[in-house]
């Protein structure tokens, strides 16, 4: 069983078009990090939530932690070839990450 | 500027062989991790260590074994490989457990 659930697990769209990754749990993190996976290549770190709430935002890309810390979303506005990829979320409780099953994403252009 | 880097990146082998997977870390972090990545899973947790000498058990440690003797490295050793343990094996490393984490390139481990 994932403590993780993404949403979609696959996507594809238009170059120009906005879409939302959903990160759920119905367990709380005391933070939740967002990684983006190229084919080949270790995930690397986009963004870190800590408080419940808090939205940060990363040129195109706007992150959300759920109030009660048990979700997160990531949005992409005008989406772009370059931002093709696996995006993994990734809840932090003690010293274990949790990832999240992963949201394949691919922009045609 | 080398990061994390893993070794060997591809590696084939037959059921019931052991092998070491290595990692190391030119960063002097402090915690250090082993996932397995398989399609439709994300990342899985294997083991983890917060420090020299300490290690600890993730989500699926069953067929792994993990030892720490200094900072840089955190090699990972499969006792008795079995089919069921074919995966991408990515190691990661932090300054502390709740850090951004920095991944190697991954070793492709395929069991036959």
């Known amino acids: 069983t994932q403590l993780l659930e993404q949403s979609p697990q696959f996507l594809s769209i238009q170059e120009g078009e906005n879409l939302t990754v959903y990160c759920n749990s119905s367990?709380?993190?005391?933070?939740l990090q967002w990684y983006r996976q190229e084919p080949g290549e270790g995930p690397v770190l986009l963004v870190t939530v800590v408080t419940g709430g808090e939205v940060k935002k990363l040129k195109r890309l706007t992150f959300q932690f759920g109030d009660a810390r048990k979700d997160s979303s990531l949005h992409i506005t005008a989406a772009q070839p370059g931002d093709t990829g696996l995006y993994l979320c990734a809840g932090i409780t003690g010293n274990q990450f949790y990832f999240g099953t992963g949201t394949s994403l691919t922009v045609i252009p | 500027n080398a990061g994390v880097t893993q070794t060997p990146k591809f590696q084939v082998l037959k059921t019931g062989q052991s092998m070491t997977l290595q990692c190391a870390q030119d960063m002097n972090h402090e915690y250090m991790s082993w996932y397995r990545q398989d399609p439709g899973m994300g990342l899985r947790l294997i083991h983890y260590s917060v420090g020299a000498g300490i290690t600890d058990q993730g989500e699926v440690p069953n067929g792994y074994n993990v030892s720490r003797s200094t900072t840089e490295d955190f090699p990972l050793r499969l006792l008795s490989a079995a089919p069921s343990q074919t995966s991408v094996y990515f190691c990661?490393?932090?300054?502390?457990?709740?850090?951004?984490?920095?991944f190697g390139d991954g070793t492709r481990l395929s069991i036959l």
């Open positions: 367990s709380v993190f005391s933070s």
């Open positions: 990661a490393s932090s300054p502390w457990s709740n850090q951004p984490q920095h």
